[in-house]
């Protein structure tokens, strides 16, 4: 059994300077408790707190958390493997690559079998010294 994961189109961002909590909610699809959280897993993310700690996001920190989103939900990342995604690649990386990917059956055609034959055959040829 195979489950596929659409894509979840999300709204145009408004071009305003802050944007509230709830905003930022409804614009990049995730919950305000959900946002709170990657706050203190993903150090990019630092939106101003003004009066009364209330949060306010700029538009980069926006599309950091679609990226967060779309790393974990759409992608399969875990929240380390998204985390070490952005340190190494920037917030505004595209396409994964082949070897950063998850595995899953729609990239597994992807490996090239006779090179990880050769390693693993290396592999052993070391350990049987």
């Known amino acids: 059994?195979?489950?596929?994961?659409?894509?979840?189109?999300?709204?145009?961002?408004?071009?305003?300077?802050?944007?509230?909590?709830?905003?930022?909610?409804?614009?990049?699809?995730?919950?305000?408790?959900?946002?709170?959280?990657?706050?203190?897993?993903?150090?990019?993310?630092k939106p101003v707190k003004r009066r009364?700690?209330?949060?306010?996001?700029?538009?980069?920190?926006?599309?950091?958390?679609?990226?967060?989103?779309?790393?974990?939900?759409?992608?399969?990342?875990?929240?380390?493997?998204?985390r070490n995604r952005l340190d190494s690649h920037g917030a505004a990386s595209g396409e994964p690559e082949a070897n950063d990917a998850p595995v899953s059956e729609g990239n597994m055609a992807s490996v090239d079998v006779d090179q990880l034959r050769k390693a693993l055959l290396h592999v052993l040829d070391v350990l049987g010294r």
Do not use: D
């Open 1 to 45: 059994m195979t489950s596929t994961i659409e894509k979840v189109v999300l709204p145009p961002i408004p071009a305003k300077r802050y944007f509230t909590i709830g905003e930022v909610s409804e614009l990049c699809g995730v919950k305000p408790h959900v946002l709170r959280y990657w706050e203190q897993e993903f150090t990019q993310l």
């Open 52 to 82: 009364g700690n209330r949060r306010y996001y700029q538009h980069h920190e926006v599309l950091l958390i679609r990226r967060i989103r779309e790393l974990l939900y759409e992608q399969g990342f875990t929240i380390n493997g998204a």
